[in-house]
């Protein structure tokens, strides 16, 4: 630990006692509201800010948590385990990934419980109190990484690291009611991350929004600027969706509206992947035959899950069998008898089912190529209720690994993204792209984020939706809904709503200029900067916009046009305390 402490010392220095103590007042609020999302505080400071005409680093201001998988130097990686604790030594230096979200601009201020040996997708564990779900206190939270998204979820960090192997980061994503992405596999280091399953583990991240998820992706993913693109074909997977227990077209019927307002109707496609697998991933054919009787039929779906599960079981042994042999932890008895179960395979065996892996990716990429989005369901049910013995049932678990299996398998990327609630739970859709396209994926949530939340809410209560009202009035409802949902901090509902205005009467610049103080808030700033922008150009005596397009300008380090604005606000206001204190503040940094 002292190793650790010293190499940050330089930071520490740059920032200052009183930043140091209000970081640490702060943090020490955060865990004690997280609802038991952290097992480990600790805080991992940023490189001070680069001088002006520089821009600032790209997570800048934001705080995450990590799940306890993720080395950091003079910490005993946990693992969800006393007895992993208790016989492995505090990590030598910090996770790469860890330390390229540091050098990033954000803070790191804690770690976040996972549950026991990362196994399993209920999130519960026996070894620490479990967390609570914030959104459903009665029902499980999911797991492996529940802490991560419970941390996002009551808003104690902007963003969290997890793990997903077999649903690690999308299972609590949708259970808790926030974004999750699993990142392709290989597309980033599991340097200093302890394995699950070696094959199957990629890095994923939870974020409330879809820009903080964007934000994040870019920096770990190493993307340069790039325009977004659009999705070319939305693909809804019929079969899948046979998998839900809760009414198909609450999720279907919001993802089918989004994609014919934005994009049209002509790219919605429907497809059965039970046929598609059947014939494009012949490994599966052999597998079966080896696993089930001849004269039984199984599922495309259950085989995969069937392998995913294998593989997670064989590498995991491969893995740590030495440690559970030689320690003799505790182990929960569903996990341990998952683990005893035929964890002995074959060559020929591991083989066969890296040949599934490999033609299942090769499917996904030829149905999706760079342009197509698959749409399923993240999970079968609402989150079950904590202790019951649904989790643990073979229809739960067939569903859910059938569900699970597709992005695990073929290592291609998934996002969770809430649809608002069902029976008070949280509910959500997955969307994947084939591996690699993660930036297509991050660019395509963003881009229809607003749209699916907007008309989730539509579905959940029809009788909102119709009035016989004049455009004008329509957007002035909006505005204020967009108002409401901007004194509550719902940022991403506000812009929703602040856009739905916009469509209905373009030419009242109130509405682009509450839209940029959304955006502000999101660190969205070269949307801020454009709405502002729009706004003058309606109404030349803006004070706000000229406010608000300044503040924007100066976070994206465009500090000259930026001081402009400043300026600009004061001619029309010259009393105005913002306006002066923040183009002073810039006339001092150009001196």
């Not at 001088?51 to 600032?56: G, W």
């Not at 089918?256 to 494009?280: C, P």
């Not at 509902?493 to 808030?521: F, P």
């Not at 070269?526 to 000229?546: G, P």
């Amino acid at each position: 630990m002292a190793s650790s402490h010293a190499s940050n010392l330089w930071v520490l220095l740059g920032l200052g006692i009183a930043g140091i103590l209000l970081a640490a007042k702060k943090l020490k609020k955060t865990i004690r509201q997280d609802l038991g999302a952290f097992i480990d505080k600790l805080l991992l400071l940023p490189p001070p800010p680069p001088p002006p005409p520089k821009a600032p680093h790209p997570l800048t201001a934001l705080s995450f948590a990590i799940s306890d998988l993720f080395d950091v130097s003079g910490y005993v990686t946990g693992f969800g385990h006393p007895d992993w604790v208790r016989t492995h030594e505090p990590a030598a230096s910090t996770c790469p990934v860890v330390s390229t979200l540091v050098e990033g601009g954000a803070t790191c201020v804690g770690k976040t419980v996972v549950d026991e040996l990362a196994f399993s997708i209920s999130g519960e564990t026996k070894h620490y109190e479990s967390p609570t779900n914030p959104a459903a206190h009665d029902r499980i939270p999911g797991g492996a990484c529940s802490g991560a998204a419970i941390s996002v979820a009551t808003s104690a960090v902007d963003f969290a690291l997890g793990i997903d192997t077999v649903g690690g980061v999308r299972v609590p994503a949708g259970y808790c009611g926030v974004l999750g992405f699993k990142s392709s596999h290989g597309a980033i280091s599991n340097a200093g991350i302890i394995p699950v399953s070696s094959s199957l583990d990629s890095v994923g991240w939870f974020a409330r929004d879809p820009n903080t998820l964007r934000r994040v992706g870019h920096v770990l993913l190493h993307l340069p600027f790039a325009t977004p693109r659009n999705p070319r074909q939305i693909i809804l997977a019929d079969d899948y969706f046979q998998l839900l227990k809760i009414p198909v077209d609450r999720i279907t019927q919001v993802v089918i509206k989004s994609a014919e307002k934005l994009f049209g109707k002509q790219l919605l496609k429907r497809q059965n992947l039970e046929n598609y697998f059947e014939s494009k991933v012949p490994s599966l054919k052999e597998f079966a035959r080896t696993k089930a009787n001849a004269s039984t039929k199984v599922p495309t779906s259950r085989l995969l899950a069937n392998v995913m599960q294998l593989l997670q079981r064989h590498e995991f042994l491969q893995n740590h069998g030495d440690w559970i042999n030689t320690v003799k932890p505790a182990i929960d008895p569903v996990i341990s008898s998952q683990l005893s179960e035929n964890s002995e395979l074959t060559n020929e065996e591991i083989e066969n089912l890296n040949t599934v892996r490999n033609q299942t990716r090769a499917a996904i990429n030829s149905l999706l190529k760079d342009d197509g989005i698959l749409v399923i369901p993240t999970m079968p049910t609402i989150p079950p209720k904590l202790g019951s013995k649904e989790i643990i049932s073979e229809d739960y678990q067939t569903r859910a690994s059938s569900l699970l299996s597709i992005a695990s398998i073929s290592g291609c990327c998934q996002v969770t993204v809430p649809l608002g609630h069902h029976e008070k739970c949280p509910v959500s859709v997955s969307f994947i792209a084939r591996h690699g396209g993660d930036r297509f994926l991050l660019d395509t949530v963003q881009t229809m984020y607003a749209s699916l939340q907007e008309n989730s809410s539509i579905i959940a209560d029809p009788k909102s939706s119709k009035k016989t009202i004049s455009q004008e009035e329509s957007a002035e409802m909006a505005k204020e809904k967009g108002n409401q949902a901007f004194k509550e901090k719902q940022w991403q509902k506000a812009i929703g709503l602040y856009s739905e205005a916009i469509k209905l009467n373009d030419s009242n610049g109130t509405y682009y200029n509450n839209r940029a103080a959304a955006y502000l808030e999101i660190g969205s700033f070269l949307q801020a900067e454009e709405d502002c922008t729009k706004a003058i150009t309606l109404d030349k005596k803006n004070v706000k916009a000229y406010l608000r397009r300044g503040t924007a300008r100066e976070m994206l380090g465009v500090y000259k046009e930026a001081m402009d604005d400043f300026r600009h606000a004061l001619v029309l206001e010259p009393n105005n305390k913002r306006a002066s204190q923040s183009a002073e503040r810039l006339r001092k940094l150009f001196q």
